[in-house]
């Protein structure tokens, strides 16, 4: 497995969880770093991505909540989730795709088997 996902569990609304992605066997500084987001009976989307020159771009529905960060020295991939809706329940990916960034599932290189985050009202 070059990403694997840990960090998700069951939290009440207004909690916070801290998501990591672990990756190895690519060359992690090539890459844009991202993390998607698939909800039961709904369509996968983009969360949030880092790319290559530590920018950080968001969803909307995340922004000012979500915090994404990498440590390049260790491989690895954060997501800090702050302020958790019932509506952020869902299974979370990480996705690399080399060079730039793109919010477009179709065009990421290697995913993560994923993360369950449950957010109970």
């Known amino acids: 497995d070059q990403l694997r996902e840990s960090g998700g569990g069951s939290v009440q609304a207004g909690g916070s969880l801290r998501l990591s992605c672990a990756a190895s066997?690519?060359?992690?500084?090539?890459?844009?770093m991202t993390w998607f987001r698939q909800g039961a009976g709904k369509q996968r989307e983009w969360v949030s991505s880092?790319?290559?020159?530590?920018?950080?771009s968001y969803a909307d529905s995340v922004k000012g909540r979500f915090t994404i960060s990498k440590d390049n020295a260790k491989n690895t991939l954060f997501l800090q989730m702050n302020s958790l809706k019932p509506e952020d329940s869902a299974m979370y990916y990480c996705?690399?795709?080399?060079?730039?960034?793109?919010?477009?599932?179709?065009?990421?290189?290697?995913w993560g088997k994923g993360t369950q985050v449950n957010v109970s009202s």
């Open positions: 066997g690519i060359t992690y500084s090539w890459y844009c």
């Open positions: 880092i790319g290559l020159q530590d920018s950080t």
């Open positions: 996705a690399a795709k080399r060079w730039e960034c793109s919010g477009s599932a179709a065009d990421m290189d290697y």
